[in-house]
């Protein structure tokens, strides 16, 4: 019964390596969305996708590339981890793009590079 | 440029002591939605309540209530009779039309309610 899932909680892995982490929605939502929450608790938006189509890209560095297989998954890949990735990642849906809805969020994956 | 400021980053009350949470807000936009969300020590974030830019109620749901208002740009959040179980980082959010539906975080207030 689960909304938004995320695979793996917990995620330690060494600098340059490469990881994935998924989220999957079962509320039929069109957007989905991924924060990183870092160390000091401030959240911030990476990516948003609507219905497959990439339509929010902050300043993210090329390593980290976000995949959309279709509306009810939002895959994040990153590659050539840096210490500075640690952090957790937060994936959210919502019914569409409009603000007027709110966000629901997966439980967090929390990265750890050494 | 969107911004929220949550200026207390900690606060620390006894049980049963009324407690409010500041959320100011800059927008340049008339029509936006304004967010709190909850992240208990358990790491979730919780959706607590959306008010909208043109809806100046005040919201009470139960314990919890909300004092919105425009003129000073700001989103309050009051908890009366605390209890252990709020101990958890509140974030205010802003979100706009224009931004692509992004949530705009405050930096979140910890808040630490001690038996």
């Known amino acids: 019964d689960t909304a938004v899932s995320q695979t793996p909680k917990y995620l330690v892995t060494q600098m340059g390596n490469d990881k994935s982490i998924k989220c999957e929605q079962n509320?039929?939502?069109?957007?989905m969305y991924w924060y990183k929450q870092d160390s000091k608790k401030f959240l911030k938006i990476m990516f948003s996708?609507?219905?497959?189509?990439?339509?929010i890209n902050e300043t993210v560095p090329n390593r980290f590339s976000p995949k959309s297989p279709d509306k009810a998954h939002l895959n994040l890949h990153i590659n050539s981890l840096e210490l500075g990735d640690s952090a957790v990642y937060f994936c959210?849906?919502?019914?569409?793009?409009?603000?007027?809805?709110?966000?629901?969020f997966g439980p967090g994956t929390r990265l750890t590079v050494t | 440029a969107q911004k929220v400021t949550q200026a207390q980053t900690e606060i620390s009350v006894v049980e049963k002591e009324d407690v409010t949470l500041d959320c100011v807000y800059e927008?340049?936009?008339?029509?936006?939605?304004l967010f709190w969300y909850k992240q208990p020590p358990s790491g979730e974030l919780v959706f607590l309540i959306r008010?909208?830019?043109?809806?100046?109620q005040n919201e009470i749901s139960g314990r919890y209530s909300w004092n919105f208002q425009k003129s000073t740009s700001s989103f309050n959040f009051t908890i009366t009779a605390s209890q252990v179980v709020d101990s958890a980082v509140y974030f205010c959010?802003?979100?706009?039309?224009?931004?692509?539906?992004?949530?705009?975080f405050g930096q979140g207030t910890e808040l630490s309610v001690k038996p």
């Open positions: 959210a849906s919502s019914p569409r793009t409009s603000a007027a809805y709110e966000q629901y």
């Open positions: 996708y609507n219905n497959k189509e990439l339509i």
């Open positions: 509320l039929g939502h069109d957007t």
């Open positions: 927008t340049r936009d008339t029509t936006y939605y």
């Open positions: 008010r909208n830019s043109f809806d100046e």
């Open positions: 959010a802003l979100r706009t039309h224009n931004q692509g539906g992004k949530l705009i």
